[in-house]
């Protein structure tokens, strides 16, 4: 499920950014953005003198303008963030309302039952989890016998007994019960705080700048500081040369020139990034972890799920010597028939296809006895009128087939072999003592992951899988699949050494996760995700948590990172760029009246120095809420090659940067002198 | 035809020599058994047991920092009192007289910041044994710091967690011994056999054909001229620089001279991508250098050649400016040697640069603002580049999505911090100072010229001492005390907030950890980063003196052609 997307302008939400705008004025909120503080500074020098002029009668036409446009300036700044904010918060919102679709059967103290959203959900409450349904929250058993199938959580496909009193009393959020009916207390609060976490983050007062947001406001009040020097400096210099400069055109300069347009922007394109995991159903549990997430160059991937979909399916069978393709199958749909399993399933699915039969419910001869599949024999099947029929792994009828002194043929060896080489995992099927043949289950990899994770390899992101499957195994589906690097056979605690040997070379590593094994090896990654089915452990050890628990997010989850970071970049190379322009703006309209030399400085041939000032200053107000789009949806993102990607961000933001405010200022300059406002 | 080539010549074959004694200088600084290693090792050692030093023990960057520092901070006090006292001490024969308070603290400060700032004439004011001490400081000690200084940032790129930069006496023994020691005595023959003097006597006595008397100035110019050139000093020996006939005698030693003061810098450049273990990074530097060496060359040759409109009209033929230019040399020879001498802070020249046109001296006001990094002064210069590479990396990367890195090496909050601070102070330095003198009366009375040129004058004598150029206008006076003491703030700010805060960036990247080459990896040395590099020092350096320059070169020239001087 895609979030809600929430519509740039909604008006609710506008009306109160426009009024939280005016609210963020008060110097109290308004130093936290030190750049536009400056500007609010001088917007206030300027009406103080606009006023002075105004009780002594002077000009104060030009002064009130020049006052009004600077206080708009700082608005739309901060307009722009409240309305990222309130985005935000709406996309929290409607997201806590939608969280409906995982329910849980609370049983209040009185023995009924309530059906309540799993998230609400508290530690010390009761609930019933029946037949088929999904354990909605961690906790333990108190009453029944289930068998849970938590392949979700622990990747092992077998179902285990869940009980109360026992040592295998515990079951996990997210896991699945088979068969049986159970009551669970809850012994974790679900993470339904996570939202309200999430709330506060784009919440100015509390949100904490993520690093690279602190490294980029750094420079920008450096280039300020920088700025206020060549600005005060320049009075003594234009004495020098018998031209006074008056404080508002002062003032003006130093605004067009401080990096107004990214440090107006900047807090916006933060929350606007948290806002666009929001729609993808992610929450950030830290700001930190969504830029690392631009940062990953190396993602940890479980096969099942990410790579592959969750199960194994049927998909050829491969007949022994002289046993015909309609007898191995019908051996093995008896044999499944009872096999609740995927796998089980899907051979069901291929043998109805091979033949030929329709319909729901084929049941096996009466006095037949089913033989569950158990760890130890690897092996399930049907008795049937004294016949065994019976599906394993290769090993275990081989196994099965010598205990009578007879051996496996040849062929079905060799199939087994290319199936296994392939990347499927082979199946033997076994009549009373005959081999009739192989079944092939193969690995049925995601539609479209080999695109994607080649798009990703172009941004220098490479991708290791960790699956349990044998080295053969695991190397063919990598290979299909386009993946770089595998780790076979790996047990959960191998995630953990993984992530930090990959860190010690240097990497910064993302894996996404859901069981408690997991929960060390995600703290240790620099961008982890829990996935909300997956364990109270892993959900806490994450700094994200997907509500959707589809692994497949991670990629969103870096592209967004990436086009956060992308965003920042551009916007303040547009605003470097601009200072440019500005220049040639407001130094011939300072000088050219005692210098008229310098007019040819004045290349856009804007009319009067008081226009000029005026069409600079409202240029440079007007481009924020121009930007504000760009802000909250972030620069067009496209998976390219590092080089490609700077050259054009380079070309439209830094080229475009520097003569798109000439063309502006000059438009304004126009508009200012029919307008008669000079 | 064949004189400008063969000086583009000199210059290439200068940049190509770089490279075998960049890969030499690497292997001195990692302690590699080198050419000279056989004769000057046992040297080395002595040094060390002698002075108690353990050359494997290394430092923190704190502690290399407060090593440099207390050290600099005595030959400060060395050289005051030199030059105080030189009136009484020995080498003094023709009786010379110690220097005002002020004068000694100027003189004492622009030493030691390898500054040089000429606040007298090396021929009339210094005595044979301050001229040698003098040496002793200027050009042993102050390029051999801003070398090790340059050392350690390189070096911290190839360092892995790591929480020391290296030992401060170690890099400078061998500054001294491998580097400056041998040089001086190769390459000083070149110029000895062209007739550059070397000698002890006093000045000689000339009685002229009118009936007057002239002090003809000598000593051992040629081994302090070797070095003024080599340590982008600025040749001083004599009172006219580079065109006084007994400096630069011939041809050759022009064309010498020239290549001496962009060997030593190219060859740092070379030197630090060895260290840094990234090639990438030298031909990234060199790049942006050759660059920015290209961009600065069409603006002065065309000013020059014009001439000043004035002059046409008096009547005077050709119109090229050969005002303040030495005679024997070209408006080519001068104008290549303008940029060779400035671009890298060095300040040798052959011409006044009073009386320059005001888009030349608007060209060397740039090369200096931007923090001379075009093959730049013995440390300070590349390492201003390298301040740039991280402003840039960090915006570029930025732009390629991912948080920045440049060589292998995070670019976090902590490195912006500092290249930001640098940047912020240079900038202070030079226009605060300019600023603050020229509103006060004393700032006024040492003025010689008007208008925008006074402007001019006053901008460039602050900016050059913020860059530790040492270069000024003839028109200040600046032997004053307003002068004497508001340059060497310019001095000190300027030089430690480049090689201090080099240091400190060397700190933090010697302690991360190295980020592997991948696809995301932006190169520093493909065109796109070296075209982004220059769009930087336009942007952040070049714009903040915009204002200022508007009013003081572009003014000056735009009067000029409309008939007015100053």
């Known amino acids: ?678 | 035809m064949l004189q400008e080539l063969a000086y583009f010549a000199v210059i290439v074959v200068t940049l190509i020599l770089a490279f075998p004694y960049g890969w030499h200088l690497a292997k001195v600084f990692k302690g590699e058994p080198n050419l000279l290693t056989p004769l000057l090792r046992p040297i080395e050692r002595g040094i060390y047991r002698v002075c108690g030093i353990n050359e494997f023990s290394e430092m923190t960057w704190k502690k290399y920092v407060a090593t440099l520092v207390g050290f600099e901070t005595l030959g400060v006090v060395f050289a005051f009192m030199i030059l105080s006292l030189q009136g009484v001490l020995p080498l003094n024969p023709h009786g010379v007289s110690s220097f005002r308070w002020d004068w000694a603290v100027n003189s004492a400060i622009s030493w030691v910041t390898n500054t040089n700032w000429i606040a007298y004439s090396g021929e009339r004011d210094l005595s044979y044994m301050s001229q040698m001490l003098g040496v002793l400081v200027e050009d042993y000690i102050s390029p051999s710091v801003g070398f090790v200084a340059i050392v350690v940032l390189a070096r911290s790129f190839s360092r892995k967690h790591c929480p020391t930069v290296g030992n401060f006496w170690v890099d400078f023994t061998r500054a001294i011994l491998y580097v400056w020691i041998p040089l001086g005595l190769i390459l000083v023959f070149p110029l000895i056999s062209q007739g550059v003097v070397q000698n002890f006597d006093p000045y000689a006595v000339a009685h002229t054909l009118e009936g007057g008397v002239q002090l003809i100035p000598g000593g051992p110019a040629a081994t302090i001229i070797i070095y003024q050139l080599i340590c982008e000093d600025g040749a001083n020996y004599f009172a006219n620089s580079m065109a006084h006939p007994f400096e630069n005698p011939t041809p050759f030693t022009n064309w010498f001279t020239m290549a001496y003061i962009l060997f030593v810098p190219a060859s740092i450049v070379v030197m630090i991508g060895k260290l840094a273990i990234s090639r990438d990074t030298t031909k990234a530097l060199f790049s942006v250098m050759l660059v920015l060496f290209i961009l600065v060359m069409p603006l002065p040759f065309y000013a020059e050649n014009q001439g000043n409109p004035l002059l046409e009209k008096l009547g005077v033929q050709g119109g090229v400016n050969m005002e303040g230019k030495e005679m024997r040399f070209s408006m080519f020879e001068h104008i290549m040697y303008i940029i060779v001498g400035m671009a890298p802070a060095n300040g040798s020249t052959v011409s006044q640069h009073d009386s320059v046109m005001p888009l030349t001296i608007l060209t060397i006001i740039f090369m200096v603002v931007i923090g001379a990094p075009i093959f730049g002064c013995i440390g300070e210069g590349p390492m201003a580049l390298i301040h740039y590479f991280i402003v840039t990396m960090f915006i570029a990367g930025l732009m390629t999505g991912r948080t920045p890195e440049l060589i292998g090496k995070k670019v976090e909050l902590r490195e912006i911090i500092l290249a930001g601070a640098s940047f912020l102070f240079s900038s202070f330095s030079s226009l605060m100072t300019t600023a603050i003198v020229i509103v006060s009366a004393a700032g006024m009375a040492v003025l010689g010229n008007a208008g925008p040129h006074g402007l001019t004058e006053m901008l460039f004598a602050f900016t050059s001492a913020s860059i530790n150029n040492g270069s000024f206008m003839g028109g200040l006076n600046v032997n004053s005390y307003i002068i004497n003491l508001m340059t060497p703030p310019c001095m000190i700010l300027g030089r430690y907030s480049t090689l201090l805060v080099g240091i400190a960036i060397a700190g933090s990247m010697a302690r991360k950890g190295q980020i592997p080459i991948s696809a995301a990896t932006l190169p520093v040395a493909s065109p796109l980063f070296i075209i982004a590099v220059v769009f930087v020092v336009f942007v952040i350096s070049a714009l903040c003196f915009f204002p200022v320059a508007t009013i003081g070169p572009i003014l000056e020239h735009l009067l000029m052609t409309s008939g007015r001087t100053f």
């Not at chain 1, 210099?237 to 347009?261: M, Q």
């Not at chain 1, 049941?363 to 690897?378: A, D, H, L």
């Not at chain 1, 082979?426 to 005959?434: H, Q, R």
């Not at chain 1, 040819?600 to 041939?605: E, H, P, Q, S």
Request: one cysteine or more.
């Open chain 1, 1 to 678: 499920m895609r979030g809600k997307t929430t519509k740039l302008l909604e008006s609710d939400i506008v009306g109160q950014a426009v009024k939280d705008a005016f609210l963020k004025l008060d110097p109290r909120v308004q130093w936290r953005n030190l750049v536009m503080f400056v500007v609010e500074i001088g917007a206030f020098l300027t009406t103080l003198n606009a006023l002075g002029d105004v009780l002594t009668g002077g000009n104060f036409k030009f002064d009130i303008q020049i006052g009004i446009w600077l206080w708009f300036t700082v608005l739309f700044a901060n307009f722009s963030e409240a309305l990222a904010e309130g985005r935000g918060k709406a996309q929290a919102e409607s997201l806590r309302l939608a969280r409906s679709e995982a329910m849980a059967n609370r049983q209040l103290h009185d023995g009924s039952i309530e059906q309540i959203p799993a998230l609400d959900l508290r530690k010390g409450d009761l609930y019933v989890v029946n037949n088929g349904e999904i354990i909605p929250g961690d906790g333990e058993v108190i009453e029944g016998t289930a068998l849970v199938d938590e392949s979700a959580v622990t990747g092992e496909s077998a179902p285990v007994v869940r009980e109360p009193g026992s040592t295998l009393r515990g079951v996990t959020g997210g896991t699945k019960v088979i068969s049986g009916k159970i009551t669970v207390k809850v012994t974790v609060d679900p993470g339904e705080t996570f939202l309200d976490q999430m709330i506060s983050m784009v919440e100015n007062a509390k949100r904490q700048k993520t690093p690279n947001e602190r490294a980029l406001e750094i420079l920008l009040i450096g280039m300020t500081a920088i700025f206020i020097i060549v600005v005060v400096t320049l009075v003594p210099f234009a004495n020098y040369v018998g031209v006074s400069i008056s404080l508002v055109v002062l003032v003006s300069l130093l605004v067009c020139l401080i990096p107004t347009t990214i440090g107006g922007l900047l807090p916006a394109i933060g929350i606007a990034g948290m806002e666009r995991l929001l729609q993808n159903n992610v929450i950030a549990l830290s700001g930190r972890g969504v830029e690392a997430s631009g940062n990953v160059d190396l993602v940890l991937m479980d096969k099942t799920g990410t790579i592959t979909l969750g199960n194994r399916m049927a998909t050829e069978f491969i007949p022994a010597p002289g046993v015909s393709i309609e007898e191995i199958a019908r051996a093995a749909m008896l044999s499944s028939l009872a096999d609740d399993t995927p796998e089980g399933r899907s051979i069901v699915e291929l043998c109805k296809q091979v033949l030929g039969i329709r319909g729901r419910d084929i049941r096996p001869k009466e006095g037949s006895t089913f033989v569950p599949f158990s760890p130890i024999s690897s092996m399930s099947g049907i008795n049937i009128d004294g016949v065994q029929i019976r599906k394993g792994s290769a090993e275990s009828m081989d196994n099965l087939i010598k205990s009578v002194g007879l051996s496996t043929p040849d062929e079905v060896n060799a199939a087994v072999d290319r199936i296994a080489r392939e990347g499927g995992t082979p199946l033997v099927v076994v009549e009373g003592i005959k081999v009739l043949g192989a079944i092939r289950l193969k690995d049925v990899i995601k539609e479209g992951i080999r695109e994607r994770l080649n798009n990703m390899r172009k941004l220098g992101i490479r991708f290791v899988m960790i699956t349990g499957d044998n080295p053969v195994t695991a190397a063919a589906i990598a290979a299909e699949a386009g993946i770089d690097d595998f780790m076979a056979q790996a047990r959960p605690a191998f995630k953990l050494d993984a992530i930090r040997r990959y860190q010690k070379d240097g990497h910064m590593v993302a894996m996404i996760g859901d069981g408690t094994n997991d929960a060390p090896a995600l703290a240790q990654a620099d961008l982890a995700v829990a996935m909300n089915a997956g364990t109270q452990a892993a959900r806490e050890a994450a700094n994200m948590i997907d509500l959707d628990s589809n692994p497949a997010k991670l990629l969103d989850i870096v592209e967004i990172g990436k086009q956060l970071l992308m965003t920042r970049g551009a916007l303040t190379t547009f605003s470097v760029a601009n200072d440019v322009s500005k220049y040639f703006a407001i130094l011939p309209a300072i000088f050219a009246t005692s210098y008229p030399q310098l007019e040819v400085l004045n290349i856009m041939g804007l009319a009067t120095p008081a226009s000029a000032v005026l069409s600079a200053v409202i240029f440079n107000a007007l481009i924020i809420p121009a930007l504000i789009p760009l802000a909250i949806k972030g620069v067009s993102y496209r998976a390219a090659t590092t080089e490609s990607l700077l050259r054009y961000n380079l070309v439209v933001y830094g080229l475009g940067g520097l003569i798109i405010p000439f063309i502006g200022i000059k438009l304004v300059d126009i508009l200012v002198v029919l307008l008669h406002l000079e």
